[in-house]
């Protein structure tokens, strides 16, 4: 089912953010920038007025051959033949999507924790969002799942992922060094006065990033494969603690065995973790 797809910079559209300029022109300028995919998002328009935009955004991909994802709406991907549609998680389901896309479109959805992750991953999505990683004015309210989120889908989730939300040329690195490998972003590329600039460095940020962990670090010697709470996982992680941590478990009550032995919490920076250790993590429940 899951097709091949292969990208680095996402980029939505957000025409709140370039009042006075046309979205084709700014969606022009990001692809000639490098966007390799990009999603028509508008929350604020007729479901007739956003099937003329996606019409003319479909024009503009087709010439850059790049794929175009329909936000919330299969019926408006498929009118207008676009590659695929991204899902919320209070969005259509995604066996509905998948039945409505076919199995060659695209079927994407945000996903806000780990759980909701492997269930996309279970349900057959082509890819996920994770995020958001930082607070973003693009979804105001929506609580910020932080880099710990990404490093838990760096370690775990098997078919592409994209890190979104609130992220910028500033904080890039710290996304990528979460392990990110795609980024994307709507602020920070249709926001820019120079979209196909802030796409270029973007870009220049994660093939940079991609190509220096290729190198330096051999990628198959940097990871360890392990087994987490009965699944198995990817992770740089060295020591019990730094497993934890990347699963934002370093301050939480819980107690961690290690191939069926319980570890002290004092010496999880001491315990190393080797290629197919059996890590549990079991959380106190209740109180009493
Ligand atoms: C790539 C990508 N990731 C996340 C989202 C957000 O989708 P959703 O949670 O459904 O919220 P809305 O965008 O519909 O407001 C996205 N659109 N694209
Ligand atoms: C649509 C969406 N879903 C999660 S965060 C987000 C907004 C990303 O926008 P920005 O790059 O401006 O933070
Ligand atoms: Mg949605």
Same mark, same amino acid.
Request: a neutral charge.
């Given at each position: 089912?899951?097709?091949?797809?292969?990208?680095?910079?996402?980029?939505?559209?957000?025409?709140?953010? /370039?009042? %006075?300029?046309?979205?084709?022109?700014?969606?022009?300028?990001? &692809?000639?920038?490098?966007?390799?995919?990009?999603?028509?998002?508008?929350?604020?328009?007729?479901?007739?007025?956003?099937?003329?935009?996606?019409?003319? &955004?479909?024009?503009?991909?087709?010439?850059?051959?790049?794929?175009?994802?329909?936000?919330? /709406?299969?019926?408006?991907?498929? =009118?207008?033949?676009?590659?695929?549609? *991204?899902?919320?998680?209070?969005?259509?389901?995604?066996?509905?999507? @998948?039945?409505?896309?076919?199995?060659?479109?695209?079927?994407?959805?945000?996903? *806000?924790?780990? $759980?909701?992750?492997? =269930?996309?991953?279970?349900?057959?999505?082509?890819?996920?969002?994770?995020?958001?990683?930082?607070?973003?004015?693009?979804?105001?309210? @929506?609580?910020?799942?932080?880099?710990?989120?990404?490093?838990?889908?760096?370690?775990? +989730?098997?078919? !592409?992922?994209?890190?979104? %939300?609130?992220?910028?040329? #500033?904080?890039?690195? $710290?996304?990528?060094?979460?392990?990110?490998?795609?980024?994307?972003?709507?602020?920070?590329?249709?926001?820019?006065? #120079? !979209? $196909?600039?802030?796409?270029?460095?973007?870009?220049?940020? +994660?093939?940079?990033?991609?190509?220096?962990?290729?190198?330096?670090?051999?990628?198959?010697?940097?990871?360890?494969?392990?087994?987490?709470?009965?699944? !198995?996982?990817?992770?740089?992680?060295?020591?019990?603690?730094? &497993?934890?941590?990347?699963?934002?478990?370093?301050?939480? @009550?819980?107690?961690?065995? &290690?191939? %069926?032995?319980?570890?002290? @919490?004092?010496?999880?920076?001491?315990?190393?973790? *080797?290629? %197919?250790?059996?890590?549990?993590?079991? *959380?106190?429940?209740?109180?009493?």
């Amino acid at each position: 089912m899951h097709r091949k797809l292969d990208f680095k910079l996402y980029v939505i559209t957000g025409e709140n953010y /370039h009042p %006075g300029r046309g979205m084709l022109e700014v969606m022009e300028a990001a &692809l000639m920038g490098g966007a390799d995919i990009v999603q028509l998002r508008d929350k604020d328009i007729s479901k007739r007025e956003l099937l003329e935009k996606a019409k003319r &955004l479909r024009e503009l991909t087709a010439k850059y051959k790049v794929p175009l994802i329909i936000n919330d /709406h299969p019926d408006v991907a498929l =009118a207008v033949d676009a590659d695929g549609v *991204h899902l919320g998680q209070e969005d259509l389901p995604i066996a509905v999507a @998948r039945k409505m896309m076919g199995p060659h479109r695209i079927v994407g959805i945000s996903t *806000h924790n780990l $759980e909701q992750a492997r =269930a996309a991953e279970n349900a057959g999505a082509d890819y996920i969002g994770v995020g958001p990683v930082y607070p973003t004015g693009t979804k105001p309210g @929506r609580q910020a799942v932080t880099t710990s989120y990404v490093s838990q889908a760096a370690a775990e +989730i098997r078919i !592409p992922w994209v890190a979104i %939300g609130g992220i910028t040329t #500033d904080n890039a690195a $710290e996304v990528l060094k979460a392990g990110a490998r795609r980024l994307c972003a709507v602020s920070a590329i249709v926001g820019n006065v #120079d !979209p $196909e600039g802030a796409c270029r460095r973007l870009l220049e940020q +994660i093939t940079g990033w991609n190509e220096r962990t290729r190198t330096e670090i051999p990628s198959e010697q940097s990871y360890v494969h392990v087994t987490v709470n009965g699944r !198995p996982a990817r992770t740089q992680a060295t020591t019990l603690f730094e &497993l934890a941590k990347q699963y934002g478990l370093e301050s939480r @009550r819980v107690v961690a065995e &290690l191939n %069926g032995e319980v570890v002290p @919490r004092q010496s999880w920076s001491d315990t190393p973790l *080797h290629i %197919g250790s059996l890590v549990e993590f079991v *959380h106190f429940v209740g109180g009493g």
